[in-house]
């Protein structure tokens, strides 16, 4: 029997929930609602038009408006749900009135953690979200001789590469002692804040945001290591799970803040899904819920969640969170935890690291690869890795991601054989040289 | 207590096996007889200098000799070794005599099948293998024509690469109908013939060599399909163990012709060991014997051979060969089986296949990916795959050949995590599309 499903939100879990929907059984009716202009785009590619990477704005756009149209799936642009009633099952739509529905992904997604410091209205101000807004904003972005990056998150890592690509003085401002540092390790991200010097970023670390000043605009951003002057802000603050909607619902969330679901990405209510970075999900390791990951989380979580409500069966499962970026003049990159993550959480664990390169030693456009591993100390079984190198990384980090889900250990890490060719790859791949130096650093008590 | 160990063979398996005996103990004496000039140089950097793509053969030195002299490693250059007595436990050294030994590590390599055709003794046939050769011959490069490889077998490909990019008009000969047939797919050589035809490379498949023509000098390359012009050959036939010292003195050989050897790579001769492509190993899938891997793989089994000969315990595993290399403009690699091989043993299989791509579809320099994933029909468990594109190839085939090592199915791989950043992957890794076709094309009994 089909059914009537809606979707609140437009971002990759709405899409890919409302693809899910149509693919467990075509004959099901789905509505997505969006607060934007458009769906089906990749903000993610946002950072890289700003810095010039990209030559338009236009290519980030995956499919015509048309051609949800054609696939059946009904989305109501601009338009804002204000509330949603689990019991009556409908959700009230501004102008629209009450929608019935039978089954109810919501995919709400983030929002930036609010900065907490006066002069959050004043023009110049820069969250990075909406396409049609990054628009306006690159115009704008023309004009800017000094801007400031706020927090030195995923995309404010991404965000300070592009401004610094695109010749703009820019000063990256963060709380904590180095970059990502939530994330990242000390020793991972120290080359890419080399290079960030090298292109004339100016790095203000164990520095917190205080104020922003001007009139109506910036003129500069207030820090406890002093005033900067800037003409720009960029917001990259802490991404939140934006559940305001279904929490006034009675939607059940979770430590993070995100919505609590199940394996079947199904909420705390009968019939209702929920999706993308507005849901917590259980990590593989710590079963622990996270937030916040990627599109490509969101875009798959989302079609399980409409497979479901749409009357099919499918599991998600926890999350080993590969990841990668580039930054500054490198790829950074890992899967699940690395040492400042795992010690913040108490888990005990042994480390190899390495040095490899990405090619022959010989070949031209050889590159540094840091590869570090860590293993539970017992059985040596990976539970997380990070990397910095250029060539490979991410396809490394889905690959380590996928070894601590299957428990590989240390020693099958070490036996592992690998691509020997000079173009690319070298002798001794430097994931295998960093679980045999973790090897034998046991081995020598080290 | 110390051993007087000989290696014979000064390959990848050779120093690593020197490697290995010091590892072991670094009081061990080792001996290297080598009938070449230099050790510790890359051969499979050769093709890259004659393709221009690397500046220079020094650079292809790994180390200086006074190298092996500090790390305790007595290297004979240009030494013969012409008997082993496995009774006596001594080997004959030309212009030496005997030499006595503890334990032996044969590391005596590959030798080319020979074509079997007349005319081969004429000037202008070049096997690819010693470097001062090839120092030689790359002057002589300077001067061909035209020029016809012989076999499309992988160093083959890499060949016809070079002199195509080297501008020399060429030829390829091969009796099967594609490149590297033996062990790629049709559907993933594909692109790389196309490509090779856009470089003015003249592809002769489904082709037999007949003869060599000339007087002193190569004139042209008789073929069933027709008499080529040229003044190089290039005689990239097959590699097969070089074990006629070793066949001699009595150790076993198996029906690749390379050495039987346990996973401590002994031979069937007490105290003596092998390693490299003269020795045979099995594969992980089908238990059955394997020769001619990479120099990776020789430099690896070099390492346990060595350390067991040194008085340590290491055990090599069975091999699930991840390869890869550049071959037109184009990257192609795999692990364990494609399906013309998995055809050929007898191996049932359900394939998923993808068209992927290496970063965001908005992204510069963007490529596709072909992934073809082929696993057992009744678990699912994967038993090889098959790619070609650019980015990741290598990195992907690492990934798989693990992935079929330990088990891994077409359900895992499809609900793999991956890394989405638009310049370094994509929203759907081409692995992921890959096995959910494999699994969609069941579910539709496709």
């Known amino acids: 029997m089909p059914h009537r499903i809606l979707v609140i939100g437009g971002g990759a879990a709405g899409i890919g929930a409302a693809g899910g929907v149509k693919a467990a059984d075509p004959r099901n009716e789905v509505t997505v609602y969006t607060e934007f202009e458009d769906v089906g785009?990749?903000?993610?590619?946002?950072?890289?038009?700003?810095?010039?990477?990209?030559?338009?704005?236009?290519?980030?756009?995956?499919?015509?408006?048309?051609?949800?149209?054609?696939?059946?799936?009904?989305?109501?642009?601009?338009?804002?749900?204000?509330?949603?009633?689990?019991?009556r099952k409908v959700i009230d739509v501004v102008g629209e009135g009450e929608v019935h529905w039978d089954r109810l992904v919501v995919a709400t997604g983030f929002e930036y953690s609010d900065p907490g410091v006066p002069g959050g209205r004043l023009d110049g101000l820069?969250?990075?979200?909406?396409?049609?807004?990054?628009?306006?904003?690159?115009?704008?972005?023309?004009?800017?001789?000094?801007?400031?990056?706020?927090?030195?998150?995923?995309?404010?890592?991404?965000?300070?590469?592009?401004?610094?690509?695109?010749?703009?003085?820019?000063?990256?401002?963060?709380?904590?002692?180095?970059a990502l540092a939530d994330v990242v390790d000390p020793d991972i991200i120290a080359p890419v804040q080399d290079s960030w010097q090298e292109m004339g970023v100016h790095l203000h670390f164990n520095t917190t945001l205080t104020s922003f000043n001007g009139t109506q605009r910036l003129q500069s951003v207030g820090t406890t290591a002093g005033e900067i002057p800037a003409d720009l802000a960029v917001l990259s603050t802490h991404k939140q799970p934006n559940v305001t909607l279904a929490a006034r619902a009675g939607l059940?969330?979770?430590?993070?803040?995100?919505?609590?679901?199940?394996?079947?990405?199904?909420?705390?209510?009968?019939?209702?899904?929920?999706?993308?970075?507005?849901?917590?999900?259980?990590?593989?390791?710590?079963?622990?819920?996270?937030?916040?990951?990627?599109?490509?989380?969101?875009?798959?979580?989302?079609?399980?969640?409409?497979?479901?409500?749409?009357?099919?069966?499918?599991?998600?499962?926890p999350v080993y969170v590969p990841w990668g970026t580039p930054a500054g003049k490198w790829v950074i990159g890992g899967a699940s935890f690395g040492e400042t993550l795992a010690t913040a959480l108490g888990l005990p664990f042994v480390v190899g690291r390495a040095e490899g390169i990405s090619r022959a030693r010989y070949y031209p456009g050889v590159r540094p690869v840091r590869v570090k591993l860590l293993a539970e100390p017992d059985q040596l079984r990976l539970i997380g890795a990070q990397m910095v190198g250029q060539e490979g990384i991410k396809e490394r980090a889905d690959f380590l991601a996928t070894a601590v889900k299957f428990g590989l250990t240390l020693r099958d890490l070490a036996a592992m054989e690998n691509v020997y060719s000079p173009a690319i790859g070298a002798l001794n791949e430097p994931i295998v040289l960093a679980a045999q130096n973790g090897l034998d650093s046991l081995a020598g008590g080290g």
Chains 1, 2 share one sequence.
């Not at 049609?132 to 023309?142: G, N, Q």
């Not at 609590?260 to 507005?278: I, L």
């Not at 969640?305 to 099919?312: I, P, T, V």
Request: aromatic share 10%; with cysteine; charged share 20%.
């Open 252 to 317: 059940r969330t979770g430590p993070t803040g995100g919505l609590v679901v199940n394996e079947r990405m199904a909420t705390s209510a009968p019939d209702v899904y929920a999706a993308g970075d507005c849901a917590e999900l259980p990590h593989g390791v710590t079963r622990v819920g996270v937030t916040g990951l990627t599109g490509s989380h969101a875009y798959a979580q989302g079609k399980v969640a409409g497979f479901n409500a749409g009357g099919g069966t499918k599991r998600y499962q």
């Open 41 to 87: 785009y990749s903000p993610c590619g946002i950072p890289y038009v700003h810095g010039k990477e990209i030559d338009s704005f236009e290519r980030l756009f995956l499919a015509q408006k048309e051609a949800y149209v054609q696939a059946g799936i009904d989305v109501h642009y601009e338009t804002w749900v204000s509330s949603i009633d689990l019991h």
């Open 126 to 178: 820069y969250y990075v979200k909406n396409i049609r807004r990054a628009m306006e904003w690159d115009k704008v972005l023309d004009t800017v001789r000094s801007a400031v990056v706020v927090h030195a998150t995923p995309l404010g890592l991404e965000m300070t590469t592009a401004l610094a690509h695109r010749g703009i003085d820019t000063h990256l401002v963060d709380p904590q002692p180095w």
